[in-house]
């Protein structure tokens, strides 16, 4: 298994409501990747679905896959907010993540790449659940 030092916290910057992971899918496609990019996809609805696996280096920050899990929630979160649903999904989506990545850091897309990702109201949320589970 790769080694883990960043969980990456992404929003689509789309609707939310008119983005599902077949989209995100077909964007990636059409960017010359062989699927999706990130690990993980929360749409609206809350459920965390598996996208590239784990095992393989994602493509979702630029110089610095190798060693990073992508996490992707539908929404545009300049504009809106995420749902309860994600949110709760998230959560639970991070502490199985914590519990086999312990040393990986929480980062929004933002803290660690030139971008507004994963939007202002996301970006509050991960940093109140950085304070939370990093160590």
Known sequence: MRKINNIVIHHTA????TTDMAKVTEWHKERGFKTIGY??????????????????????VAGKNSDSIGICLAGNFEIEQ??????????????KLFEDFPEAKLVGHCDIGITLCPGKSLRKIVWQLKEKYDK
């Open 14 to 17: 789309s609707p939310g409501h």
């Open 82 to 95: 995420p749902t309860p649903a994600q949110l709760g999904s998230l959560e639970r989506l991070l502490i």
């Open 39 to 60: 690990h993980y996809f929360i749409p609206v609805t809350g459920e965390a679905l598996v996208g590239r696996p784990i095992q393989q280096v994602g493509a979702h």
